[in-house]
């Protein structure tokens, strides 16, 4: 990674980047579509006890997320102070969330206690051992590709989901929030990432590095979706 004024050659790795970016977004999709839970929802026989399953697990792994971006905060040098802040200020906006999701959780009668005693599936287990692991790395640059693919689901699926639950389950504002907040909350995280992925200050190994992430983490996200009882 550069820290210099953005190159010609600077602007060709970011063009290139976002490419990749976007054919890794694609296929995230087209995993998506055949997720069961997913599909249900699209077919409009989703249940309430599908949701509730979909909350619980995600819930385990949410707790994890300012977590281990805090950790990755710690392993960057001076050299990345950009990304060292972006770090900082992004875990101290997302380490409540997983209260937000409690509380819908609860709106829709579940039970808080259980919820909390619950453990990661197989899926949320494989994607907050990456992270984390991931995390530890020395100047972990790689793991905005993992940004690009969480904040993106956020930004880009989480208020449709919220929704269509709501239209096929008659659904209150109050028993979605979580979805719903996190369309706006990381809309404004996307933004800040595609600034500094277009900036110029990417070289192409870390280059490589974000979109080899994203395909991992992209690959851990659908298979969390795909083990709810596992």
Not at 58 to 66: A, H, I, N, T
Not at 83 to 105: T, V
Not at 210 to 228: P, S, T
Request: proline content about 2%.
């Amino acid at each position: 990674m550069t820290t210099a004024t953005a190159t010609p050659d600077a602007t060709a790795v970011a063009e290139s980047l976002v490419t990749r970016l976007t054919e890794v977004w694609a296929d995230l999709e087209e995993r998506l579509d055949r997720v069961p839970i997913l599909s249900r929802l699209a077919e409009g026989t989703v249940t309430i006890d599908d949701y509730s399953r979909l909350l619980f697990n995600l819930r385990q792994q949410v707790v994890d997320g300012s977590l281990w971006i805090s950790r990755a905060a710690s392993s960057f040098d001076v050299d990345h102070f950009t990304l060292r802040s972006a770090a900082i200020r992004h875990a101290e906006e997302e380490h409540r969330d997983y209260l937000m999701l409690e509380r819908d959780y609860v709106a829709i009668g579940g039970s808080l206690d259980e919820l909390r005693a619950g453990r990661k599936n197989l899926g949320s287990e494989a994607l907050s051992g990456y992270m984390f692991h991931y995390a530890d790395r020395p100047n972990p640059v790689g793991l905005l590709g993992a940004m690009f693919i969480i904040e993106g689901l956020g930004a880009k699926r989480a208020a449709g989901w919220a929704a269509r639950f709501q239209e096929v389950l008659g659904l209150a504002d109050n028993q979605v929030h979580f979805m719903r907040y996190h369309q706006d909350a990381d809309a404004e995280h996307t933004g800040a990432l595609e600034a500094i992925l277009t900036s110029g200050i990417i070289d192409d190994a870390a280059a490589d590095d974000i979109v080899r992430c994203a395909q991992v983490v992209a690959r851990l996200y659908v298979l969390q979706l795909e083990e709810l009882d596992q």
